[in-house]
């Protein structure tokens, strides 16, 4: 184990704290670096390095990892004065699991390749809760030759790691996933509000609907209506697990590019609109299954 060299890894937000913790638990030694320094605490109590830029991370690790919640970051993080490609190493391997604009990790990977490393867009499904077990999707996106190089390290973090194809497929791939996503638990809070209205019981329709054809993730395994399942946001006053305003983000992102690819997403389009929505009514830091609580109070639709 304390043969392995060491990773880099930028970012140790709500995702990318439990994500380094288990390259730890692989054996791999950190070079981290969060714009937060608090971030870093634990892992610096901890024995890893801590670095004061990205540019730092660069100069002491040639694989490293990003977790950042935009595309702005992203940006900021691989080109900035203090950006990793300013010290990058020739035949580095940079993997970006943020969730960005596919055109912008497309232009980091070009960036790169002038600098002779090689980047790949990783972006992760699953949650808070898989990356503390180790148990996210990666959907990535770049180089096949490198594909094995970088499912090592993202083995150590998720249990499904699956080749897209060109960089930026990554994110495509991630970005229909979650409109599909807000979709499907818009119509799992507007069922379950409707049902209970006509008196159903919430725990009784929840039951029926996932013995049946309208079943999903968010009635099965996300039940938006609190009281109807354990250990998810709705049963915690809607804390922890995907804010509403990374929900926003992302259907952004499918808006930019269903506008770019003239791609029509009308049922993605309202969801973008109802996110947004909620983001300006006070439900931005509350996950987005919240929307059901949102529904029950604007009367007004």
Same mark, same amino acid.
């Given at each position: 184990?304390?043969?392995?060299?060491?990773?880099?890894?930028?970012?140790? %937000?709500?995702?990318?704290?439990?994500? /380094?913790?288990?390259?730890?638990?692989?054996?791999?030694?950190?070079?981290?670096?969060?714009?937060?320094?608090?971030?870093?605490?634990?892992?610096?109590?901890?024995?890893?390095?801590?670095?004061? $830029?990205?540019?730092?991370?660069?100069?002491? =690790?040639?694989?490293?990892?990003?977790?950042?919640?935009?595309?702005?970051?992203?940006?900021?993080?691989?080109?900035?004065? *203090?950006?990793?490609?300013?010290?990058?190493?020739?035949?580095?391997?940079?993997?970006?699991?943020?969730?960005?604009?596919?055109?912008?990790?497309?232009?980091?990977?070009?960036?790169?390749?002038?600098?002779?490393?090689?980047?790949?867009?990783?972006?992760?499904? %699953?949650?808070?809760?898989?990356?503390?077990?180790?148990? +996210?999707?990666?959907?990535?996106? %770049?180089?096949?030759?490198?594909?094995?190089?970088?499912?090592?390290?993202?083995?150590?973090?998720?249990?499904?790691?699956?080749? #897209?194809? /060109?960089?930026?497929?990554?994110?495509?791939?991630?970005? #229909? *996933? *979650?409109?599909? @996503?807000?979709?499907?638990?818009?119509?799992?809070?507007?069922?379950? *509000?409707?049902?209970?209205?006509?008196?159903?019981?919430?725990?009784? +329709?929840?039951?029926?609907?996932?013995?049946?054809?309208?079943? #999903?993730?968010? $009635?099965?395994?996300?039940?938006?209506?609190?009281?109807?399942?354990?250990?998810?946001? $709705?049963?915690?006053?809607?804390?922890?697990?995907?804010?509403?305003?990374?929900?926003?983000?992302?259907?952004?992102?499918?808006?930019?590019?269903?506008?770019?690819?003239?791609?029509?997403?009308? +049922?993605?389009?309202? =969801?973008?609109?109802?996110?947004?929505?909620? #983001?300006?009514?006070?439900?931005?830091?509350?996950?987005?299954?919240?929307?059901?609580?949102? @529904?029950?109070?604007?009367?007004?639709?």
């Amino acid at each position: 184990m304390a043969s392995k060299t060491p990773v880099g890894f930028i970012g140790l %937000g709500n995702m990318g704290n439990p994500m /380094a913790k288990n390259l730890m638990k692989h054996g791999y030694p950190l070079i981290i670096y969060d714009v937060f320094p608090d971030a870093c605490k634990e892992f610096q109590d901890a024995g890893e390095q801590v670095v004061s $830029s990205p540019a730092d991370v660069a100069e002491k =690790a040639d694989r490293i990892i990003t977790m950042l919640p935009t595309s702005i970051n992203a940006i900021e993080a691989y080109s900035g004065a *203090n950006g990793i490609l300013k010290k990058v190493k020739k035949g580095s391997l940079l993997i970006d699991s943020s969730t960005i604009d596919p055109a912008i990790s497309k232009e980091l990977a070009k960036e790169a390749e002038k600098m002779g490393a090689v980047f790949m867009d990783a972006p992760v499904s %699953g949650g808070v809760g898989a990356a503390r077990s180790g148990n +996210l999707t990666f959907m990535v996106g %770049g180089v096949e030759d490198e594909f094995a190089a970088a499912q090592e390290l993202l083995g150590c973090m998720g249990s499904n790691v699956v080749y #897209c194809g /060109a960089v930026g497929t990554g994110q495509a791939a991630k970005i #229909c *996933n *979650n409109m599909l @996503l807000a979709i499907s638990m818009i119509g799992t809070a507007e069922t379950m *509000n409707l049902g209970i209205r006509l008196g159903l019981d919430p725990k009784l +329709l929840a039951k029926i609907l996932n013995m049946s054809s309208g079943r #999903c993730w968010s $009635s099965d395994s996300y039940n938006p209506v609190p009281g109807v399942m354990d250990g998810v946001p $709705s049963a915690n006053n809607y804390q922890g697990g995907f804010g509403t305003t990374l929900m926003a983000k992302d259907l952004g992102l499918a808006q930019d590019s269903a506008t770019s690819t003239k791609s029509p997403i009308l +049922l993605g389009s309202q =969801a973008h609109q109802i996110y947004r929505m909620m #983001c300006a009514k006070g439900y931005s830091k509350k996950d987005f299954s919240s929307v059901f609580q949102f @529904l029950r109070e604007e009367e007004t639709f």
